[in-house]
C-alpha cells in the first residue's frame, strides 16, 4: 500500500510550503520512514490567514441549505473512500484496519449529523415592555475564522468534529493538524474540497506546532481557537489566547476512573471497560484508567483483566488478526515502562503483560496491575498507554471520592445493578461523560468534552455549534 506525501491546502490548492521544507512521516509499527509532510512557514501562515478571511465572508453567506448539500456530499466521498483512507490511516498511525475504517466511517456520519442540525440555528424574538412595534430580536451569526488544532491519535475524528461544528455554523477555518499523522487529515479536507467547498473555507497546514499556534491566536483574523490536546498545552494555548480575547474551546486530557460496584455485572465490566482499555493502544482521551473495584469482587475482576489482556493479539495494524497496534513513539515505550516500574515498586502486583514486544515498532503488551497504591504514578499521571491499574475499595463513596480527588474531569464509566447506586454516581462523579453499565459509544448527537482541567466547551450536540456562534441582541423601533 502506497503511502502519499503530504500539502499543504490553503485557498482552494495543494501547495509545497513556501520555504521547500519537509518533515518525515514514520510507520510506528516498523520505525521506517514512510512519506513527507509539507512544514509551513510564517509565509505560508498568511496565505492561510488571507485566505480564510476571504473564505469566510463566502462561505458566511450561504444558506444552511446550501452549507448541507456541500457537508453531506462531503460525506459521502468519505464512505466510497473509507477503505484507502483506513490503509493509510494505519501506516501513519498504527491503529488495526477495522479501527481505522470504523473511525472514518463514523466521520461521515459525524459531518452528516452537523450538516442537519446546521437548520436549527435558531434565534428568537423577545416582547418589547412597553411598545409591541418595537422588534426585539436575538440573533446567532457565526464568529468568525478558526484555527483548530488537532492531535495524532484519532487523525480523522478529531478535525472532524471541530469541521463538522464550525462548518454548519458558517465558519471558516485553519486546521493545524498532526504531524505524525497528516495524510488521513489531509484525506478528509479532499473530500471537502471535492464536494465543491468554496476556496478559502477550508485550510490545511502543519510544522512547528508552538511557532503555528502563537502565530495564528495573535492574528487579528482568527476570532475562535479549538484544541484537543494534553492539559498542559491546553493552558499554554488558552492563555494565549485570553490575550487576545479569543474564544476557546478545549478538549483536554483525560484519566478515566471506572468505578466497579459489588452488586456489578463482572464479566460485562471486563468486557466493556477492558476492551476500551487497549483501543487504540490505550492512546485514547477517555480510555478507562483506573480500575477502582470493590474489594468482593476484586480479584475475580483482576484476573479476568488479565486473561482478558493476555488475549489481544498485538502487531502491525495492517495484519487482519491484530487486535492492538503499536504505540505513537519510542517515547510511549518509555513511559509505559516507567509507569509500570514505578508501581511495582510500590507494591502492586503485575498480572498481565510489562513487557516492549520485539525490537522494531512500538508495542508494549497489554499490561495489568492490581493493588496499585494511590501515590503511583499511574494513578496521577495519564498514561495514554495500554497499562490498566486496579485497586480496591470497601465503601463507593470511597470510590467516588477517589474518582474526584485529580484534576482530570473527562469521562468515567461505572457498572452497577443498583438503581440508587447508579443515582449516586451519576450527581456525584465529576466528569464532562459518564458511561454506565457500557462501553463508550460517542455520538454526533451527543455532547463530547470535559470540566475540570480536562477542559471546556463540547464537540458534540448541538451545544457544539454555540462555541461558533455569536448571540447578539438587535432592536428595532419604528419610525
Request: charged content about 20%.
Amino acid at each position: 500500500m502506497a503511502y502519499p506525501d503530504t500539502q499543504l491546502f490553503i485557498d482552494g490548492a495543494w501547495r509545497d510550503a513556501a520555504g521547500g521544507r519537509t518533515l518525515a512521516v514514520q510507520n510506528p509499527a516498523t520505525g521506517q520512514e514512510i512519506g513527507r509532510v509539507a512544514h509551513a512557514d510564517r509565509a505560508d501562515l498568511d496565505l492561510a490567514l488571507a485566505s480564510a478571511e476571504r473564505g469566510f465572508e463566502v462561505w458566511r453567506d450561504f444558506t444552511p441549505a446550501r452549507r448541507s448539500t456541500i457537508m453531506r456530499k462531503a460525506a459521502a466521498l468519505l464512505r466510497e473512500r473509507a477503505s484507502d483512507i483506513a490503509g493509510v490511516m494505519t501506516l501513519e498511525q498504527g491503529k488495526p484496519l477495522a479501527e481505522a475504517k470504523g473511525e472514518t466511517m463514523a466521520a461521515a456520519d459525524i459531518i452528516e449529523w452537523f450538516a442537519e442540525e446546521g437548520f436549527r440555528v435558531y434565534g428568537r424574538l423577545v416582547p418589547h415592555r412597553s411598545d409591541l412595534s418595537v422588534r426585539q430580536m436575538v440573533i446567532k451569526d457565526p464568529v468568525g475564522p478558526v484555527a483548530a488544532f488537532t492531535p495524532w491519535n484519532f487523525p480523522i475524528n478529531q478535525v472532524v468534529r471541530k469541521i463538522g461544528a464550525g462548518l454548519a455554523a458558517g465558519c471558516s477555518m485553519i486546521v493545524k493538524a498532526p504531524e505524525e499523522t497528516p495524510a488521513s487529515p489531509a484525506a478528509l479536507i479532499r473530500a471537502f474540497q471535492d464536494a465543491g467547498l468554496p476556496e478559502g473555507v477550508l485550510n490545511l497546514v502543519y510544522g512547528d506546532p508552538a511557532e503555528i499556534s502563537e502565530y495564528l491566536i495573535a492574528s487579528p483574523v482568527i476570532r475562535k481557537i479549538t484544541f484537543t490536546g494534553s492539559t498542559p498545552v491546553g493552558k499554554l494555548l488558552a492563555s494565549l489566547a485570553g490575550k487576545h480575547m479569543k474564544r476557546v474551546s478545549m478538549e483536554l486530557g483525560g484519566h478515566a476512573p471506572v468505578i466497579v460496584c459489588e452488586d456489578a455485572d463482572v464479566d460485562l465490566a471486563v468486557r466493556s471497560a477492558g476492551r476500551a482499555k487497549f483501543r487504540n493502544a490505550g492512546q485514547v482521551c477517555i480510555s478507562p484508567t483506573r480500575f477502582l473495584v470493590h474489594n468482593s469482587v476484586k480479584e475475580q475482576f483482576a484476573q479476568a483483566m488479565a486473561e482478558l489482556a493476555k488475549g489481544i493479539s498485538v502487531g502491525d495494524g495492517l495484519d487482519a488478526e491484530t487486535q492492538m497496534g503499536p504505540l505513537a513513539n519510542d517515547r510511549r515505550l518509555t513511559a509505559m515502562a516507567e509507569f509500570q516500574q514505578d508501581a511495582v515498586a510500590r507494591g502492586a502486583r503485575l498480572l498481565a503483560g510489562g513487557e516492549r514486544i520485539g525490537e522494531v515498532g512500538n508495542f508494549w503488551q497489554p499490561t495489568v496491575l492490581a493493588d496499585v497504591p494511590l501515590d503511583a504514578r499511574l494513578f496521577n499521571d495519564e498514561p495514554f498507554g495500554p497499562v490498566a491499574g486496579i485497586h480496591g475499595f470497601d465503601k463507593l463513596e470511597e470510590a467516588i471520592a477517589e474518582a474526584n480527588r485529580l484534576s482530570f474531569g473527562l469521562a468515567g464509566y461505572a457498572f452497577t445493578r443498583s438503581l440508587a447506586n447508579a443515582d449516586l454516581l451519576t450527581r456525584r462523579v465529576e466528569v464532562g461523560m459518564l458511561w454506565v453499565n457500557t462501553p463508550a459509544a460517542s455520538s454526533a448527537e451527543l455532547p463530547f468534552g470535559g470540566i475540570k482541567d480536562s477542559g471546556y466547551g463540547t464537540e458534540g450536540g448541538p451545544e457544539a455549534l454555540d462555541n461558533y456562534l455569536n448571540t447578539r441582541a438587535v432592536v428595532v423601533a419604528n419610525v
